[in-house]
């Protein structure tokens, strides 16, 4: 899977996506990331990104010319849909991601900030308004990084051979509910037991306890 992802802030991304298992992933080629700075677009002398709203009112507005230039120069390079992080998209669920993860070998995501993006961006350029959750950040970074992560570990191979996410909260396996809870080593800590029935290797029962912790 390939994500092309649109911000002012690309350093936002540098901790994150070279970590641990995504980190992994792009060294595997199962996934791959590439970042481009919108303000490298800006035909601004400043490389200014932004205005104020039309009609008034607080707060800046990101400036159409920076973002239609980014977003056509990585439509050459990516074929996948155009997704804008806002607030007033549709909420992203582990359903959506595993149908993007399907659908998809490209991605584009596109982070604003400030008030957002100009309507007419909006209206003619992105194809798709993701939500992370009923809340507001100050920017599209997180909700980019969530999206691939979530999108990144339902690829075959990206977290290895347990393909634990099968099994996962959310899944069709769990019938879209909450995971059952998990023990580990040891049996007993502070005065607290496992429960016995995980130690009896009775798979069956096992699995039939499980199921009765779903939620
Ligand atoms: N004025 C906007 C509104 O009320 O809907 C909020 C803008 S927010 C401060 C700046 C940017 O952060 C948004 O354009 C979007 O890219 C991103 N953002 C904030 N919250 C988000 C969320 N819950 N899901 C996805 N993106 C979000």
Redesign the pocket.
């Known amino acids: 899977m390939r994500f092309d992802i649109l911000t002012i802030f690309p350093q936002a991304f540098d901790s994150y996506l070279k970590e641990s298992i995504l980190k992994r992933a792009q060294k595997n080629k199962l996934i791959e990331i590439h970042i481009h700075d919108i303000r490298d677009f800006s035909k601004d002398k400043h490389k200014k990104v932004d205005d104020v709203p039309f009609g008034g009112g607080t707060g800046m507005v990101m400036t159409p010319q920076p973002l239609y230039d980014s977003i056509t120069f990585v439509k050459k390079k990516n074929k996948g849909p155009v997704i804008?992080?806002?607030?007033?998209?549709k909420i992203f669920t582990q359903s959506k991601a595993e149908k993007l993860s399907k659908k998809y070998d490209e991605l584009i995501l596109l982070?604003?900030?400030?008030?957002?993006?100009d309507q007419r961006i909006r209206d003619t350029l992105i194809d798709e308004e993701?939500?992370?959750?009923n809340?507001?950040?100050?920017?599209?970074e997180l909700?980019a990084m969530v999206t691939i992560d979530a999108i990144s570990r339902l690829i075959p191979g990206v977290i290895g051979k347990e393909q634990s996410h099968i099994q996962d909260s959310f899944s069709k396996a769990l019938k879209r509910k909450k995971e059952y809870p998990h023990y580990t080593r040891p049996k007993t800590f502070k005065g607290m037991k496992v429960p016995e029935i995980l130690t009896s290797g009775h798979h069956e029962k096992i699995k039939k306890w499980r199921e009765s912790k779903l939620k």
């Open positions: 804008f992080l806002s607030p007033q998209g982070c604003g900030r400030y008030e957002g993006i993701i939500s992370i959750g809340y507001v950040l100050t920017g599209g909700p």
